[in-house]
């Protein structure tokens, strides 16, 4: 059996694996700045942190979940998203006792078992944060910020728009919802059929459906969740917007914006782009100031995003934003003519390489001839060539793979030579 990568998984090779690295050590960067510091929780959770965390009747944990049961019986799931289990953690350790606000970014790989295509696939990274402990419009706009931030850094924010909105408290938004399912109801058969069983259970997410006949249908809605927001929810998204304002950041209020989760209180946001198609989400969140006692805490308020890192890169690529290409070292290749050089060659490379720089060797005795060649492919800018005459007078040949200059040094030069450049002033 010739073995395969599961369906919608992803093999990520040199240089996307730097690219994707790069992309979040930036991030990180950034988010240490605003006092965050991280968390590594586990890829296993019992499946119940996510059920009783984002909702029975989300996609989520209705039909995207890799759930199993393990040989001591448990239910388990892959995490499909980083929330829940930092939620978990943050209670577990009672977190809340050590400092009134608590703020934390994990990275990682997440799960979900929904159609692969482009920006969508079954295993994908997250970047995200969460702040626990406050409940002033004022912890949405920093954490809004820094999100902002790691996005300017990353050379995007002329490409993305930040959408706000707030779904208010529950209770405004069941009296939404009712309100919602009356207006669709009696047209449910031009629903899709994934909204049609929406509407029973959670209307909210045909907002944000991607098909072209409940777009249609629900552009015709003509009331909006603001409708129903309570005063102490308007002012919440008021002080935020203006908040926002204060730092420049620029926003647009899209009353469409309510997320899939059911964790959600208020303030919800998604950072999107014109340029991936339907998948047009790299970043979202919210304000969620009932999941921590939802899941067995205490009251405690909190705010939070995840950021997807595909997407983002997938972001980088169609705008041709050079600004995280990984730099490229300069590389040496040592090469050997003959048998008795083949360890010497060996042992000047690995010298070299504990001074730092990257160097590239042969370990079987090749061709002078194919090992040039292999120096010319892989990019080398110098050569050290070592054949038994060099072993013999105890130098070495370097060779400046742009010009074919070629000089002898004495072989006891090498342990001088701090870095690349020290090569270039010789040659
Ligand atoms: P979408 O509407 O695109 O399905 P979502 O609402 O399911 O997104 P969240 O759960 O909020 O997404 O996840 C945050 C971010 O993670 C998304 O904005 C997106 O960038 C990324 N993301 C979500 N699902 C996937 C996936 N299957 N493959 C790649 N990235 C994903
Ligand atoms: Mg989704």
Redesign the pocket.
């Given at each position: 059996m010739k073995a395969t990568r599961l369906h919608g998984f992803k093999d990520l090779f040199h240089p996307e694996t730097e690219k994707l690295r790069l992309v979040e050590s930036k991030t990180k960067e950034v988010f240490g700045r605003f006092g965050f510091s991280e968390i590594i929780i586990p890829i296993l959770e019992l499946s119940g942190v996510y059920s009783t965390g984002l909702g029975d009747t989300t996609d989520?944990v209705q039909k995207e979940m890799y759930t199993f049961e393990t040989k001591g019986g448990e239910r388990v799931s892959m995490r499909p998203?980083g929330t829940a289990g930092v939620v978990r953690a943050f209670i577990e350790h009672s977190l809340h006792r050590k400092s009134p606000v608590t703020k934390l970014y994990y990275s990682g790989e997440?799960f979900?078992h929904?159609k692969p295509q482009e920006?969508?696939?079954?295993s994908?990274n997250?970047i995200g944060a969460e702040l626990f402990g406050s409940r002033d419009p004022l912890a949405d706009s920093e954490i809004i910020a820094m999100l902002w931030l790691a996005i300017t850094e990353l050379g995007l924010s002329d490409h993305v728009e930040l959408e706000l909105n707030s779904i208010g408290k529950p209770a405004e938004r069941e009296r939404y919802k009712k309100a919602l399912t009356d207006f669709l109801s009696p047209n449910k058969d031009s629903l899709c059929e994934n909204c049609q069983n929406r509407l029973g259970m959670n209307p909210l997410r045909i907002l944000?459906c991607k098909t072209g006949t409940c777009r249609e249908m629900t552009s015709e809605i003509p009331f909006s969740i603001r409708d129903y927001l309570s005063e102490q929810s308007s002012e919440h998204l008021d002080a935020l917007t203006s908040s926002l304002g204060e730092k420049s950041i620029p926003y647009r209020l899209n009353p469409r914006i309510v997320?899939?989760?059911d964790y959600y209180t208020d303030t919800v946001f998604?950072i999107t782009t014109d340029k991936l198609g339907s998948?047009n989400?790299?970043?979202?969140?919210g304000r969620y100031d009932l999941l921590v006692e939802r899941m067995g805490g205490p009251e405690t308020p909190a705010v939070g995003f995840?950021?997807?890192v595909?997407?983002i890169l997938l972001l980088l690529e169609k705008t041709g934003t050079r600004r995280n290409s990984p730099g490229k070292k300069q590389l040496v290749c040592v090469i050997h003519i003959g048998e008795e050089a083949r360890g010497e060659a060996a042992r000047i490379a690995n010298d070299l390489r504990k001074k730092g720089m990257r160097v590239e060797t042969e370990y079987e005795n090749k061709s002078l001839k194919s090992q040039m060649r292999k120096a010319n492919r892989t990019g080398a800018a110098h050569s050290i060539i070592i054949g038994e005459d060099e072993l013999r007078k105890k130098v070495f040949l370097l060779r400046n793979m742009r010009t074919g200059e070629e000089k002898a040094f004495p072989l006891k030069k090498l342990a001088d030579l701090r870095g690349h450049g020290d090569f270039r002033k010789l040659l």
């Open positions: 989520i998203e997440m979900r929904e920006g969508r696939q079954r994908f997250q944000d997320r899939g989760l998604e998948q989400a790299v970043a979202a969140g995840a950021m997807g595909e997407r």
